[in-house]
C-alpha cells in the first residue's frame, strides 16, 4: 500500500527517538534524528556540511542577520560548519517536532562534481546555508535511506549507494551553484572551508589572523570579510563559539566544573569564560549544565 513519505518520515523517526531529544547514534552513521515534543528556547549550535529536513513541526535558524523557518517540505543544506541559532516554534506531545540531518561527504561531492558536467543552474540562495522545497525526487532517495533503519542487514550494501544518489541530486537540484562554489578549487568557499577544519582541530590555540589569512591565500581585510559573509561571525567569534560549545559538552557530558572546561578549551580567565559562555547561552555555566541535566531526567536525552 502506498503510504505518503511524510507520514513515513514521521513514523521512523517517531520509532527510533522514543524520547524527546536529539539522536546523532542511529545505526546509519551519517543520519541523525530529533523529536522535541516542546516549543525550544533559542540554542546557539553548530551545522556541519549537511542536509537537513524538518519532517514535522517548525523550527526558526539564525544565521548572521538572517532569519530563516523551516517547515515539512523545506530542505536546508549547508556547506560549512555554520554557527547558528536554532529553535522549535511548533511542537507537541500529540504532534511532535520531527526533523533529520545528513551529513555529507565532501569528497564524495568533489569525485561526483567531477564526473558530471552539469549546467549550472541560477540560484539566488545563501552562500553557505540555504533553504528550499525538497524536490520529490530527493525525498524520495531520503525515505528510502532513513528506511535501512528498520534493514540493518542491507545497510552495509545500499546505504552507500543511496548517499551517493543524494550528493548526485543535490548537485543537480537548486543548491548547486553553493556546491559548486564549495568544491571549486581557489574559490573563496573553498578556502574558508580550510580554515574551519583549521579551527576545529586547534580550537583551543591562539588566533593570528595574519597567518590566516595566508593559509587562505587572501589579505587579511579579506579574509575577514568572506569569512563574515559565509560564516555569519568573524574568525575570532567563531573561534570562540567553538571553545564554548566543546565546553559545554564536557561539562555536560563529562561532569567536568566550569574552571576545568574553561581551561581546557583554551581560555585563560575563568571569569572571562563564565562571561562570554552566559553571553552566548542564556545563563552562567552551572546554571545551564543543571538546567540541562534536570530536563535529560524528565525527558531524556537533550543534546
Same mark, same amino acid.
Given at each position: 500500500?502506498?503510504?505518503?513519505?511524510?507520514?513515513?518520515?514521521?513514523?521512523?523517526?517517531?520509532?527510533?527517538?522514543?524520547?524527546?531529544?536529539?539522536?546523532?547514534?542511529?545505526?546509519?552513521?551519517?543520519?541523525?534524528?530529533?523529536?522535541?515534543?516542546?516549543?525550544?528556547?533559542?540554542?546557539?549550535?553548530?551545522?556541519?556540511?549537511?542536509?537537513?529536513?524538518?519532517?514535522?513541526?517548525?523550527?526558526?535558524?539564525?544565521?548572521?542577520?538572517?532569519?530563516?523557518?523551516?517547515?515539512?517540505?523545506?530542505?536546508?543544506?549547508?556547506?560549512?560548519?555554520?554557527?547558528?541559532?536554532?529553535?522549535?516554534?511548533?511542537?507537541?506531545?500529540?504532534?511532535?517536532?520531527?526533523?533529520?540531518?545528513?551529513?555529507?561527504?565532501?569528497?564524495?561531492?568533489?569525485?561526483?562534481?567531477?564526473?558530471?558536467?552539469?549546467?549550472?543552474?541560477?540560484?539566488?540562495?545563501?552562500?553557505?546555508?540555504?533553504?528550499?522545497?525538497?524536490?520529490?525526487?530527493?525525498?524520495?532517495?531520503?525515505?528510502?535511506?532513513?528506511?535501512?533503519?528498520?534493514?540493518?542487514?542491507?545497510?552495509?550494501?545500499?546505504?552507500?549507494?543511496?548517499?551517493?544518489?543524494?550528493?548526485? $541530486?543535490? @548537485?543537480? *537540484? !537548486?543548491?548547486?551553484?553553493?556546491?559548486?562554489?564549495? /568544491?571549486?578549487?581557489?574559490? &573563496?568557499? =573553498?578556502?574558508?572551508?580550510?580554515?574551519?577544519?583549521?579551527?576545529?582541530?586547534?580550537?583551543?590555540?591562539?588566533?593570528?589572523?595574519?597567518?590566516?589569512?595566508?593559509?587562505?591565500?587572501?589579505?587579511?581585510?579579506?579574509?575577514?570579510?568572506?569569512? $563574515?559573509? @559565509?560564516? *555569519? !561571525?568573524?574568525?575570532?567569534?567563531?573561534?570562540?563559539? /567553538?571553545?564554548?560549545?566543546? &565546553?559545554? =559538552?564536557?561539562?555536560?557530558?563529562?561532569?567536568?566544573?566550569?574552571?576545568?572546561?574553561?581551561?581546557?578549551?583554551?581560555?585563560?580567565?575563568?571569569?572571562?569564560?563564565?562571561?562570554?559562555?552566559?553571553?552566548?547561552?542564556?545563563?552562567?555555566?552551572? $546554571?545551564?549544565?543543571?538546567?540541562?541535566?534536570?530536563?535529560?531526567?524528565?525527558?531524556?536525552?537533550?543534546?
Amino acid at each position: 500500500m502506498y503510504q505518503d513519505p511524510w507520514e513515513k518520515l514521521a513514523s521512523l523517526i517517531k520509532r527510533f527517538t522514543q524520547k524527546e531529544g536529539s539522536f546523532s547514534d542511529t545505526t546509519l552513521p551519517a543520519l541523525n534524528l530529533c523529536r522535541r515534543n516542546h516549543r525550544t528556547h533559542p540554542v546557539p549550535c553548530i551545522y556541519p556540511l549537511s542536509l537537513f529536513v524538518v519532517v514535522q513541526g517548525v523550527q526558526h535558524v539564525n544565521f548572521g542577520n538572517e532569519i530563516m523557518q523551516l517547515a515539512q517540505g523545506d530542505a536546508a543544506l549547508t556547506t560549512l560548519d555554520l554557527p547558528v541559532v536554532s529553535h522549535v516554534l511548533q511542537a507537541s506531545q500529540s504532534t511532535p517536532y520531527l526533523s533529520l540531518r545528513i551529513e555529507l561527504d565532501v569528497m564524495l561531492l568533489r569525485e561526483l562534481a567531477e564526473q558530471t558536467d552539469w549546467q549550472t543552474k541560477q540560484s539566488s540562495l545563501s552562500d553557505s546555508l540555504s533553504v528550499a522545497p525538497i524536490d520529490e525526487g530527493l525525498l524520495d532517495a531520503v525515505v528510502r535511506y532513513t528506511a535501512l533503519l528498520d534493514e540493518p542487514k542491507w545497510q552495509p550494501h545500499l546505504a552507500p549507494l543511496i548517499e551517493r544518489e543524494i550528493a548526485l $541530486r543535490l @548537485l543537480n *537540484g !537548486v543548491h548547486q551553484p553553493m556546491l559548486k562554489r564549495l /568544491l571549486m578549487q581557489g574559490s &573563496a568557499e =573553498r578556502n574558508i572551508a580550510k580554515i574551519i577544519a583549521y579551527f576545529n582541530e586547534h580550537y583551543t590555540q591562539k588566533t593570528d589572523i595574519n597567518q590566516l589569512a595566508e593559509q587562505a591565500h587572501m589579505s587579511p581585510s579579506s579574509f575577514r570579510q568572506h569569512f $563574515r559573509k @559565509l560564516t *555569519g !561571525v568573524s574568525p575570532l567569534q567563531y573561534q570562540k563559539q /567553538l571553545r564554548l560549545q566543546h &565546553a559545554r =559538552r564536557l561539562m555536560f557530558k563529562e561532569n567536568q566544573d566550569a574552571t576545568t572546561a574553561a581551561f581546557a578549551v583554551g581560555y585563560e580567565s575563568p571569569t572571562q569564560f563564565n562571561r562570554e559562555y552566559a553571553r552566548l547561552f542564556g545563563e552562567p555555566p552551572h $546554571r545551564d549544565i543543571q538546567r540541562l541535566k534536570d530536563n535529560e531526567m524528565q525527558f531524556g536525552r537533550i543534546v
